[in-house]
């Protein structure tokens, strides 16, 4: 079965450098999405992605983060300058044709700020 | 923006008894669901959904039920497993997935 797939599986980060998450949605699915877990608590909607551009984002997903689709395959997630309240784990995710559709998360990738 | 919450954080069962993980939203417009299973260190995984055209879904092991008078989803596992622990989240996914903070099952041997 197709797999959304993230790298690394760990990324520790020195406070204020920038960081790049990556992802690799399912290869015929539209819709991209980012969320991110800090340990112990619910998941979060961080941005949805279609067609090439933000087509929503919540309060968390502020001016030091942006997400690209650089190639027909890597969804990224940068955060421009991290801070220790970063620390969380991040999580990719895709749907296919219809929005309205289950996502498919990948591992997700562990972000450490030191 | 939408509340999609869940009524108990922790359910303890033993291994075979059958487990129910309830689920209240507040949006009437809601008219699809789904349900994920989170095990430790993983994503979220997808089990089950159900549209508001329906009261009812059953896969394996696992049924929806979804009362829309009340707002009220609940999801059953069947026979439940050990392999079943994991905490598990009703979500509401128009547009964005808004998670519940889920209920976490454990299952006894």
């Known amino acids: 079965e197709p797999e959304v797939t993230q790298t690394p599986s760990h990324q520790v980060t020195q406070m204020g450098q920038e960081v790049i998450l990556r992802c690799v949605p399912i290869?015929?699915?539209?819709?991209f999405y980012w969320y991110r877990q800090i340990l112990g608590q619910k998941v979060e909607f961080l941005v949805s992605?279609?067609?090439?551009?933000?087509?929503?984002k919540s309060e968390i997903f502020d001016d030091q983060f942006s997400v690209e689709r650089p190639d027909g395959s890597n969804f990224t997630l940068k955060i421009r300058s991290t801070k220790l309240e970063d620390s969380a784990m991040y999580f990719c995710?895709?749907?296919?044709?219809?929005?309205?559709?289950?996502?498919?998360f990948g591992d997700g990738t562990r972000l450490s700020i030191l | 923006g939408e509340n999609v919450g869940l009524h108990l954080p922790t359910l303890s069962v033993q291994e075979g008894d059958n487990s129910i993980i309830n689920c209240a939203y507040s949006?009437?417009?809601?008219?699809?669901f789904i349900w994920y299973k989170q095990e430790s260190g993983k994503g979220p995984q997808f089990i089950i959904d159900?549209?508001?055209?329906?009261d009812k879904r059953q896969g394996q092991r696992v049924t929806v039920l979804l009362n829309k008078t009340v707002k009220h989803l609940s999801l059953q596992i069947a026979a439940t497993q050990p392999g079943d622990s994991a905490v598990y989240f009703c979500?509401?996914?128009?547009?964005?997935?808004?998670f519940g903070s889920g209920t976490r099952l454990q299952v006894q041997p």
């Open positions: 995710a895709s749907t296919g044709q219809d929005s309205n559709q289950p996502q498919h």
């Open positions: 290869s015929n699915h539209l819709y």
């Open positions: 992605f279609y067609n090439n551009e933000i087509s929503e």
């Open positions: 949006n009437s417009a809601s008219d699809y």
């Open positions: 159900i549209r508001s055209n329906m």
């Open positions: 979500a509401d996914p128009r547009r964005a997935l808004t």
